[in-house]
Nanobody, 119 residues
Framework: QVQLVESGGGLVQPGGSLRLSCAAY????????MTWVRQAPGKGLEWVSD??????YYADSMKGRFTISRDNAKNTLYLQMNSLKLEDSAVFYC??????????????WGQGTLGTVSS
């Protein structure tokens, strides 16, 4: 059974950092592209970042502040978030792509982890 479990959210001040993790179970993690998506309070889903076996991709507002990575030996996806802003507050979800490329068609989602940026 495919399962994604996020962790690492919390409360941080503006300018601070958070490192999110997404543990993957039930599939060959290294064979699939993975994505982080977020949802701010009262807003829709926003794509954050993708990673496949060769490349990483970021939304413009996250470039230079966020870093996506993966450890295939640990079946874990990460999102390092630095220089956090108030508007970065959101529930962050990891999602499994249907294939190895970044089609952004997903067949599994985690439950989400809340990151709150507040002074």
């Amino acid at each position: 059974q495919v399962q994604l479990v996020e962790s690492g959210g919390g409360l941080v001040q503006p300018g601070g950092s958070l490192r999110l993790s997404c543990a993957a179970y039930g599939f060959t993690f290294s064979s699939y592209a993975m994505t982080w998506v977020r949802q701010a309070p009262g807003k829709g889903l926003e794509w954050v970042s993708d990673i496949n076996s060769r490349s990483t991709y970021y939304a413009d507002s996250m470039k230079g502040r966020f870093t996506i990575s993966r450890d295939n030996a640990k079946n874990t996806l990460y999102l390092q978030m630095n220089s956090l802003k108030l508007e970065d507050s959101a529930v962050f979800y990891c999602a499994k792509d249907v294939g190895s490329g970044n089609s952004r068609a997903f067949d599994a989602w985690g439950q989400g982890t809340l990151g709150t940026v507040s002074s």
